[in-house]
């Protein structure tokens, strides 16, 4: 049996980090669902409800478990939660892997996106792919 991805902390560049989905996360997964577009895209239950949430979570913690890829919150530099990027692998062994995120609406705007697609976050999600092979 193969052992879960380990999702790491790393920095994202433009003060913004990257860590693992936490229970405490509860109130960034009610304010996403509370989100015209972001609930239509993901797996973000709408309507919120904690039980909802809590398995949201949960299923994050799952897709590490089964190897399918690494979800992360994204945090800015005050600490606040503010959205999530994941790096899926279900393709890895076709050569290709696929990078997926959003930002609630709170934190747009504020240089999340830029700081997660055009910064460290390549040089980290490298090193992670590297390791998950």
Same mark, same amino acid.
């Given at each position: 049996? *193969? /052992?879960p991805l380990d999702v790491p902390e790393l920095a994202a560049g433009a003060g913004f980090s990257l860590r693992p989905w936490r229970l405490s996360?509860? /109130?960034?997964?009610r304010e996403a669902s509370e989100d015209d577009y972001i609930p239509l895209i993901t797996t973000v239950p709408s309507p919120y409800s *904690? =039980? &909802? &949430?809590?398995a !949201?979570? *949960?299923r994050q913690w799952g897709r590490a478990t089964a190897r &399918?890829?690494?979800? !992360?919150?994204?945090? =800015? &530099?005050? @600490? +606040?939660?503010? @959205?999530n990027v @994941?790096?899926?692998l279900t393709d890895l062994g076709q050569g290709r892997a696929s990078l997926g995120y959003w930002v609630v609406? =709170?934190? +747009?705007g504020q240089g999340g996106g830029r700081g997660i697609g055009r910064r460290r976050l390549r040089l980290g999600l *490298? +090193?992670?792919a590297d390791s998950s092979t």
């Open positions: 049996m *193969e /052992q996360d509860l /109130q960034l997964v *904690e =039980s &909802a &949430a809590v !949201f979570v *949960e &399918a890829g690494y979800p !992360f919150v994204v945090v =800015s &530099a005050d @600490g +606040r939660p503010v @959205g @994941g790096l899926w609406e =709170s934190a +747009r *490298e +090193r992670i």
